[in-house]
């Protein structure tokens, strides 16, 4: 089996890879296991120069590896140079901050002396997506490094070059072999590697699917798992926001990255009052959106990545048009090549639709009218998922009270949800567990082991 990678805009083969077989697998877990019992050892502030290194070459190489993003899943360059450089930020917070966030923490007790200590753990094997094929990496990898770890990868199979790229990347920032190690695997060999006794935790970005399926076998075989999975966030506008600077945002967020996020508002949640003139300036930002070739730095809406995520991009709105929706711009692909979805806007949605229940990964916003703003909250929180939502309101005080009653792992008030390395990122619900970015997520992959001393 080849692991092949397909420009989504010329829609042709760029390149392929033999699939490693288990003994090339076997031979990569067992240079990272020997790689760690030296790696543990090092000094926090070691580790962090590697980071530090990391970042430097990042933004040396940006407009290189930006279109290497761009050839492999279709992302438009800007946003594709964008990720690089946030990829940079996120190696420089954790350089900056780990040795406070792994600093030993005193407690009071009947001890003399009785503290908790953060130590790694071991191995611990990322399976990413590849909408950020750069940035769902960087934001595990950094803290998971600078906390005495060793990281292997199994990245989506769709782009193996931004995977071997990121290797490298670590490899010339002054990792030894098996430091940061990239397996071109497919899907039937991750349960084996999940089991691995060498093999300490798992960290997964992607599907419910696939998030379940993980769990499964991690459970079994007692890893500690985070979990980042679907979401089909709500973006809520109550009476009192500001419109134009809500449907900008909305907008943005909605069509960033052809819609292929799990954090970008899916469902405009509008209270009646407002609701007829927030959809009008939605959808006249959208008529004026530049669809085309990704590497064309005006273009704002590229290709989706394959076409498999196109044609379920394509049932689920239809589906959602049968059961009475009402098409206001787009529903239909791109004519001529690539994988191209016309950015959308569809109204007359209820509760039953698959554009509501489901997650919809493309440039397609759902619109929905709420009589109030307790129902708009009500509606929000109908959804098995629970990773961000986004509240607009000129009343700050009540927006952060309504923000205790959002059922997600972040409430954005007047701002797009947006992950940051200072802040911790994560869902509840079918969203997943844990928390990756901030102090939280450097403590997700270490030891939090107890020290009790007696004079």
Not at 37 to 49: K, L, Y
Not at 278 to 298: H, N, S, T
Not at 401 to 422: E, Y
Not at 431 to 452: C, D, H, P
Request: proline share 4%; glycine share 8%.
């Amino acid at each position: 089996m080849n692991i092949e990678t397909f420009n989504p805009f010329t829609e042709t083969l760029e390149k392929s890879f033999p699939e490693e077989s288990a003994e090339e697998v076997q031979a990569k877990i067992d240079a990272a296991h020997q790689f760690f019992s030296e790696f543990r050892e090092t000094s926090i502030a070691s580790r962090c120069d590697i980071l530090s290194n990391a970042s430097q070459l990042l933004l040396k190489q940006k407009d290189e590896l930006a279109r290497l993003i761009t050839t492999e899943m279709g992302k438009p360059i800007t946003e594709a140079l964008a990720e690089i450089e946030k990829c940079a930020r996120v190696c420089d917070y954790y350089a900056k901050n780990a040795e406070q966030f792994l600093a030993n923490e005193q407690i009071d007790s009947d001890a003399t002396n009785s503290y908790v200590s953060y130590e790694p753990l071991g191995i611990i094997l990322a399976i990413m997506p590849w909408n950020f094929p750069f940035w769902q990496v960087f934001r595990f990898a950094a803290p998971a490094l600078a906390a005495g770890n060793v990281c292997l990868l199994k990245h989506s199979p769709n782009v193996p070059q931004c995977a071997l790229a990121i290797e490298e990347i670590f490899t010339e920032a002054g990792l030894a072999l098996g430091g940061f190690t990239t397996l071109l695997v497919g899907v039937d060999q991750v349960k084996a590697i999940i089991e691995h006794e060498h093999v300490m935790a798992v960290t997964l970005t992607g599907s419910e699917r696939a998030g379940a399926e993980v769990a499964s076998v991690a459970g079994k075989n007692v890893k500690k798992l985070v979990l980042e999975l679907g979401g089909s966030d709500p973006f809520i506008v109550l009476k009192d926001a500001d419109l134009e600077t809500a449907a900008e945002a909305a907008v943005f967020s909605r069509m960033l990255n052809a819609g292929q996020s799990c954090i970008a508002a899916k469902r405009f949640i509008v209270v009646e009052e407002v609701y007829g003139p927030f959809v009008e300036l939605v959808v006249a930002r959208i008529k004026a959106l530049v669809v085309g070739d990704p590497m064309q730095p005006d273009t704002q809406v590229g290709p989706m990545a394959r076409m498999d995520l196109l044609e379920k991009l394509e049932d689920q709105v239809s589906r959602t048009v049968d059961l009475g929706a009402t098409v206001l711009i787009g529903g239909n692909r791109v004519e001529g090549n690539g994988f191209f979805y016309c950015p959308t806007v569809l109204t007359d949605i209820n509760q039953e639709m698959p554009v509501f229940t489901e997650e919809v990964f493309g440039p397609v916003a759902s619109s929905i009218s709420a009589k109030d703003e307790n129902e708009a909250i009500a509606l929000a929180n109908n959804t098995q998922y629970g990773l961000g939502a986004s509240l607009w309101t000129g009343n700050l005080d009540r927006a952060e009270k309504l923000a205790t009653q959002i059922q997600a792992g972040a409430v954005f008030i007047n701002g797009m949800v947006k992950s940051d390395p200072r802040l911790p990122f994560g869902g509840i619900k079918r969203s997943g567990y844990g928390r990756e970015l901030s102090q939280l997520g450097i403590r997700e992959f270490v030891n939090a082991k107890t020290v009790w001393v007696s004079a």
